[in-house]
Antibody, heavy 119, light 107 residues
Framework: EVQLVESGGDLVQPGGSLRLSCAAS????????THWVRQAPGKGLEWVAR????????SHADAVKGRFTISRDNAKNTFFLQMGSLRADDTAVYYC????????????WGQGTLVSVSP | DIQMTQSPSSLSASLGDRVTITCRAS??????LHWYQQRPGKAPKLLIF???NLQSGVPSRFSGSGSGTDFTLTISSLQPEDFATYYC?????????FGPGTKLEIK
């Protein structure tokens, strides 16, 4: 069974840092593109970042560019979101997701992890 | 960035109704358009990929169409489990974007 499990969400002060992890099981991550998507309380979905299967092509949404970095460790079947200079408007549930190059849709999603940024 | 809009933003319908949700892109995205369903407190679920392709395991009452800038998601006969929020998403540009969502409620 394909499964993605996020971890690392926490309460953090403004200006702080956090690293989210997404562990994949039931399949090999190394042929998939990896993504992070967030959802602020009561709001819609916001795509955050993606990385291709080789790790050579990376994109980040303008709202997080320069503050967040997506990365992956195919050997550990895990990918990450390093978050820095956190602000109150980064408060959200963060979902990890995967896509295939052939379709580019977000085929499978984790259950989400909550990041709260507050003094 | 490519902007996505959806209409309506909310919709009330009855069991058995046929409903259509529209998504529009700010520029031509070919068929790089996908639809997701999100129930309260749950992760989104892929329904339709590449504008018109039904994801494995998704009931056939869901269908998608469109290309270029205008797309539709149709549910042919509403079931209780279909009352949820629906999002479109483009993957044409390197910076993916979602529509604002359409909340489907029971009338």
């Amino acid at each position: 069974e394909v499964q993605l499990v996020e971890s690392g969400g926490d309460l953090v002060q403004p200006g702080g840092s956090l690293r989210l992890s997404c562990a994949a099981s039931g399949f090999s991550l190394n042929t998939y593109w990896t993504h992070w998507v967030r959802q602020a309380p009561g709001k819609g979905l916001e795509w955050v970042a993606r990385m291709n299967s080789e790790g050579a092509s990376i994109s980040h949404a303008d709202a997080v560019k320069g503050r967040f970095t997506i990365s992956r460790d195919n050997a550990k079947n895990t990918f990450f979101l390093q978050m820095g200079s956190l602000r109150a408007d980064d408060t959200a549930v963060y979902y990890c997701a995967i896509s295939r190059f052939s379709t580019s849709s977000l085929d499978s999603w984790g259950q989400g992890t909550l990041v709260s940024v507050s003094p | 960035d490519i902007q996505m809009t959806q209409s309506p933003s909310s919709l009330s319908a009855s069991l058995g109704d046929r409903v259509t949700i529209t998504c529009r892109a700010s520029e031509d995205i070919s068929t790089y358009l996908h639809w997701y369903q999100q129930r309260p407190g749950k992760a989104p679920k892929l329904l339709i990929f590449a504008a018109s392709n039904l994801q494995s395991g998704v009931p056939s009452r869901f269908s998608g169409s469109g290309s270029g800038t205008d797309f539709t998601l149709t549910i042919s006969s509403l079931q209780p489990e279909d009352f949820a929020t629906y999002y479109c998403q483009q993957s044409y540009s390197a910076l993916y974007t979602f529509g604002p969502g359409t909340k489907l409620e029971i009338k």
